[in-house]
């Protein structure tokens, strides 16, 4: 079921108790010289889309929020982006709806790293609000990290931006939009006296033409079988969520 394609008599006989209201988030932001400004939010889009057509009866698809916290990518240009406290305040506001309106289960899927950290402020102002809910959120490497991982070829087994798995990714659901000859490799610094280590850095402090990662090893291929596992994992998860007893 899509949330924006329905009409609210539609919407008034979804059991709210028996449904996974499923909200993508992502961003519009600069993927080096080779991905378009939209691709966190076509990815984020593909698998969750992916969920909803699987899962069709028991998923309630919101149109994905395509603007994020990216302020790390705003030296770059080609970056819209919301303050972190906009961001969450404009998570709370897009949710508190459908929980006053009886949505019991809810999981926020994100398609970008920056907004990891205001997804879960986000949860935590509504968690004392709505305790008898199912609130959640992850992002889609991170459910699928284990399988994403298997079918890397290059040095960087995790997500990176404008890499290896988003280059595939994107060669797999709109190659009209990668500029193939602009694609090139930014080996990420590893410094493993800092594991485990926070820095506060932006993009342009990372990388000289903003990607992270090995793009070069892209292929539509690997972009079908990366996505087929990331919605496999989601959908795992959806199913995990309407079988767990909702909060007493």
């Not at 903003?210 to 079908?224: D, F, L």
Request: proline share 5%; net charge negative; aromatic share 6%.
């Amino acid at each position: 079921m899509k949330f924006h394609e329905m009409t609210f008599p539609q919407l008034r006989d979804v059991a709210r108790d028996r449904t996974v209201v499923l909200a993508p988030i992502a961003a519009c932001e600069q993927h080096s010289h080779h991905l378009p400004t939209i691709t966190d939010t076509v990815l984020v889009s593909g698998v969750a889309e992916g969920v909803e057509r699987r899962l069709m009866d028991q998923v309630l698809l919101l149109p994905a929020l395509w603007f994020g916290a990216s302020s790390h990518h705003l030296r770059f240009g080609a970056t819209l982006s919301a303050e972190v406290d906009t961001h969450v305040n404009m998570l709370c506001d897009l949710l508190t709806p459908l929980l006053e309106d009886g949505y019991q289960r809810l999981f926020v899927l994100n398609g970008h790293g920056g907004n990891i950290d205001t997804m879960h402020v986000a949860l935590r102002r509504l968690q004392p609000r709505f305790r008898r809910h199912i609130l959640s959120a992850a992002s889609y490497w991170e459910l699928a990290e284990k399988e994403l991982a298997a079918l890397a070829e290059g040095p960087r087994q995790t997500m990176g931006h404008a890499c290896e798995f988003e280059t595939s990714m994107m060669l797999a659901l709109r190659p009209e939009l990668v500029q193939r000859d602009a694609i090139r490799d930014d080996p990420p610094r590893e410094e493993q006296a800092l594991r485990g280590l926070f820095l506060a850095d932006d993009m342009w402090q990372k990388t000289d033409h903003g990607c992270v990662g090995y793009p070069e090893r892209a292929s539509a291929e690997k972009g079908r079988a990366l996505l087929a596992a990331a919605v496999d994992r989601t959908a795992e998860v959806v199913l995990t969520l309407l079988a767990r007893p909702l909060p007493e």
